[in-house]
């Protein structure tokens, strides 16, 4: 039955209901069945077996980034397609875009689920978080020609940040002096502060490494950590509880062995991994290493507790 049919028929029922009651209640009706029409069902309810949309970064190596041909791949994708074949979530990749692009497309529910995410508050008026799966520090960045700096240092001086990353609010509200220039991406910030046109880049460490090693970037320098970690986790929409239930059972079915395969595989050991410099190498071995102790640790916990 309808909602239109459930209402009238109510009224042949309950007559002694109030008319101006009455004509609410089938106003309301009316309302709810149209828009049940005429929205899309992913816009409002979630099934299991629909596919999830994916909004992948187009460059957040090792997280997240686009192939020569086009197709996402990273750390963050393997996890995901881990978590896939755990629950039985069909992952439809939409095309890659920036993080500033698919936080956008996640406010309009145009997306269902992004990857490699810290959760903020702001993002958490429309996205939910599992658990965290990696442990990444943010660090400074100079050139390697540059002398060592701080970002207190840095006053009036442009220093390139990610534009929405969950980085960028935490360095502008602790430096307002500097003069932070938000960017695509990692790669862009890079490409700015070998050109000269920034000072300094502030980005997680694995990203630099990455984007450096992938470009052949050797004339960059390290500094150390800013005091912020990406805890990075799958965000999905937040009117879709369930599938956050999904995400997380699919995380925690996920062996020490499949992780640590994974870990191998994306965030290699530091000799072959990272074309940096200076305080670079001891950092990022330190860093990987934090990492994989924090994803094991993590999975203990929740084991301990599904155990209680």
């Known amino acids: ?136 520090p943010a660090i400074l960045v100079v050139r390697a020609d540059s002398a060592a700096v701080t970002l207190e240092s840095l006053t009036h001086r442009p220093v390139a940040v990610g534009k929405g990353y969950a980085v960028e609010h935490y360095v502008r509200e602790r430096y307002p002096d500097v003069t932070w220039v938000a960017v695509a991406d990692d790669a862009e910030a890079l490409r700015r502060l070998r050109a000269g046109t920034v000072a300094a880049v502030v980005a997680d460490q694995a990203s630099i490494a990455f984007v450096s090693r992938r470009q052949r970037w050797f004339d960059l320098r390290a500094l150390g950590p800013v005091g912020f970690d990406y805890a990075l986790c799958f965000a999905y929409r937040s009117d879709w509880p369930e599938l956050g239930i999904l995400l997380q059972r699919g995380l925690h079915q996920i062996t020490s062995a499949e992780r640590s395969a994974l870990l191998a595989r994306w965030m290699p050991p530091l000799e072959r991994a990272t074309p940096m410099s200076g305080a670079g190498p001891a950092l990022l071995a330190a860093a990987l290493f934090a990492a994989a102790l924090c994803a094991a640790a993590l999975l203990r916990c929740r084991r301990r507790r599904e155990g209680a």
């Not at 106003?27 to 409002?44: D, N, Q, R, T």
């Open 1 to 136: 039955m309808s909602a239109f049919a459930a209402v009238v028929a109510g009224r042949g029922v309950k007559r002694r209901v109030r008319p101006a009651l009455g004509v609410a209640s089938l106003l309301i009706a009316l309302a709810a069945s149209w828009f049940g029409a005429v929205l899309p069902a992913s816009a409002a309810t979630f099934s299991p077996a629909q596919p999830i949309r994916v909004a992948p970064e187009a460059d957040y190596g090792p997280f997240v980034f686009s192939a020569e041909d086009g197709r996402p791949q990273g750390l963050s994708i393997d996890f995901l397609q881990l978590i896939e074949k755990k629950t039985g979530l069909v992952m439809a990749m939409s095309a890659a875009q920036s993080l500033n692009v698919n936080l956008e497309l996640a406010k309009r529910r145009e997306v269902d689920l992004i990857t490699s995410l810290r959760p903020t508050p702001e993002r958490g008026a429309y996205l939910a978080f599992t658990s965290p799966y990696i442990l990444v």
